[in-house]
């Protein structure tokens, strides 16, 4: 099993930017399919970004393509999502989660068995 925790949300300004970590523990993340998903006030939850394995091959959601990048760094057993030229729809607690690796492909959040408590990201001026 694996524990994931998140960090580096925060408040950005529009056209800002910001990079989340998700910290992994009790398991190398050599293992994991991540993928980051966020939830806004009375919105379902939306996939962002997943970061795939073996390899690394990545997926972005439409609404962050060309503005997000999703990479690990595998020595301190981390994956980052940095996000840019940030919007006020930006605005949500973003999640990283975890399953045991699969397809590279996007799947939705029923797949994935692991979570992190969620960081709070806000875009406004």
């Known amino acids: 099993q694996v524990q994931l925790v998140e960090s580096g949300g925060g408040l950005v300004q529009p056209g800002g930017s910001l990079t989340l970590s998700c910290l992994a523990s009790g398991d190398t993340l050599d293992y994991y399919t991540i993928t980051w998903f966020r939830q806004a006030p009375g919105r379902e939850r939306e996939g962002v970004s997943s970061?795939?394995?073996?390899?690394?091959?990545?997926f972005y959601s439409d609404p962050v393509k060309g503005r997000a990048t999703i990479s690990r760094d595998y020595a301190n057993n981390t994956v980052y999502l940095q996000l840019n030229s940030l919007k006020p729809e930006d605005t949500a607690v973003y999640y990283c989660?975890?399953?045991?690796?699969?397809?590279?492909?996007?799947?939705?959040?029923?797949?994935?068995?692991?979570w992190g408590q969620g960081t709070q990201v806000t875009v406004s001026s």
């Open positions: 989660a975890g399953a045991i690796s699969g397809p590279s492909s996007w799947r939705g959040e029923d797949a994935y068995d692991y």
């Open positions: 970061s795939f394995v073996p390899g690394d091959k990545t």
